[in-house]
């Protein structure tokens, strides 16, 4: 592991829970989420506004009665947008991303009245009280209109390899036709974010999306922004995410989370050198037996075999008989 993964910096580690939230997920940062889902969408989708919603959003039927999201946002043209950060790998990953997009589609239907309130409110920048907006609604609707739905972007920030996607930083994802390739339903899309496939280095990042790729990758190991970044999002994340600039709230909730953060760091390397080592034992041993069945076709007998390779005789006999 590189020691740079275990220090502290001027600026929180985006890969904690709570340091994504500081820099993102607060009513100050909304525009600089804002640049970032605009460089992420750039030639599909622009968003002037948007607005947090309660990330809980609970369950009928699961017995933990939740789903939990990092971010979870409304666009003043009526487009949800899931964002989370995953640090470690974890099985079914992909299917658990998978279940945030289809629960948050179906409560497209099921809050229906809510889902047209948050929108008029956001592109009228007016609150409504209920009663005002039950006046204002149509008294019927078919049956189809309950079920034209807004797109839902779902961003998955990952600071892991998954081995259901292929070797690269960003997989992008759409229902479309097996065969042609074209879009069946434009309103499901994923985005897949591998942080450890991007490997692009400052001088080599040319475009603001990649500089705040970067940055996200880097900036916890930073004592200041370098000079290469001038742009005005960076100033902001700059003050957004400067650990002196927390809370006491918010510094005690952070130290927590980089503590979680670096004993899983130090128990995924202590599991990898030990399957390394396993590994290197395993192919030592079978050197050993190629080696021992070579000399035994050579005539030599078991106690030289067993001198020469470090197996006991016993060993050498049972290896070079089967």
């Known amino acids: ?57 609970h369950s009928d039927s699961m017995a933990d009665a939740g789903i939990i999201y990092d971010l979870y946002c409304l666009t003043d043209t009526g487009e949800y947008i899931i964002v989370e950060m995953q640090n470690r790998f974890h099985s079914s990953f992909l299917d658990r991303t998978l279940f945030y997009m289809c629960r948050a589609i179906g409560r497209q239907v099921e809050n229906l009245r809510e889902k047209r309130r948050k929108e008029r409110e956001l592109q009228t920048g007016k609150l409504e009280t209920e009663e005002d907006f039950l006046l204002s609604e149509p008294m019927q609707e078919n049956y189809g209109s309950r079920y034209k739905l807004s797109t839902v972007y779902g961003i998955f920030l990952m600071n892991f390899r998954e081995p259901g996607l292929e070797e690269k930083f960003r997989t992008d994802t759409v229902i479309a ?61 700059e003050e957004l995410a400067a650990v002196a600039n927390l809370s006491l709230e918010d510094r005690i909730a952070y130290d927590k989370a980089l503590d979680r953060y670096r004993v ?33 076709s050579l005539g030599l007998s078991t106690a030289q075999i067993a001198q020469a390779t470090g197996l006991t005789e016993e060993e050498v006999e049972s290896t070079v008989n089967n």
Request: with cysteine; net charge neutral.
């Open 1 to 57: 592991m590189d020691n740079m993964d275990l220090t502290c910096g001027h600026f929180v580690n985006p890969f904690t829970d709570i340091g994504f939230k500081i820099i993102f997920g607060q009513p100050a940062s909304k525009e600089l989420l804002i640049t970032l889902l605009n460089e992420l969408l750039a030639g599909e989708h622009r968003i002037e506004n948007l607005i947090f919603l309660d990330k809980e959003n």
């Open 177 to 237: 036709d097996r065969e042609s390739g074209k879009v069946v339903n434009p309103h499901f899309r994923q985005i897949f974010l591998q942080f450890p496939y991007f490997t692009k280095e400052l001088k080599d990042c040319e475009t603001l999306y990649d500089k705040l790729i970067y940055t996200l990758k880097n900036m916890q190991h930073w004592n200041r922004m370098p000079d290469a970044l001038k742009e005005q999002v960076f100033s902001r994340l």
């Open 264 to 296: 899983s760091r130090i128990v995924e390397e202590d599991a990898r050198e030990a399957g390394w080592k396993k590994g290197l034992a395993e192919g030592q041993a079978k050197e050993k037996v190629a080696i021992a069945r070579n000399l035994k």
